[in-house]
């Protein structure tokens, strides 16, 4: 069974920067990526990355976050730009197989001044 672990996260100010880790076990090609949630708001995507490498992103964190993988280490990472106080959530690592959905345990993350 897949499991997954992220890792990272923490207090930036507004155009700071933050980097997501998120590690893999039980499976190499799931799909997995990132989502969060928001204080009194649903768990949303933030941005997911295929084995092969395809990627989706949320639109308003195009050109500020990149998401990349390495599938030798079945790692993936979730490199934060140009953050902004509405990017403050938990973020949660997601991997996705044949078998199903598994969350990781969440992260926050909190852009503030």
């Known amino acids: 069974q897949v499991q997954v672990v992220g890792s990272g996260g923490g207090l930036a100010q507004p155009g700071g920067s933050l980097r997501l880790s998120c590690v893999a076990s039980g499976s190499n090609d799931a799909l997995m990526g990132w989502y969060r949630q928001a204080p009194g708001n649903q768990r949303e995507l933030v941005a997911t990355?295929?084995?092969?490498?395809?990627?989706n992103y949320r639109y308003s964190v195009k050109g500020r976050f990149t998401i990349s993988r390495d599938n030798a280490k079945n790692t993936v990472y979730l490199q934060m730009n140009s953050l902004k106080p509405e990017d403050t959530a938990v973020y949660y690592c997601?991997?996705?197989?044949?078998?199903?959905?598994?969350w990781g345990q969440g992260t926050p993350v909190t852009v503030t001044t």
């Open positions: 997601y991997a996705r197989t044949n078998d199903g959905e598994v």
């Open positions: 990355i295929t084995s092969g490498g395809a990627i």
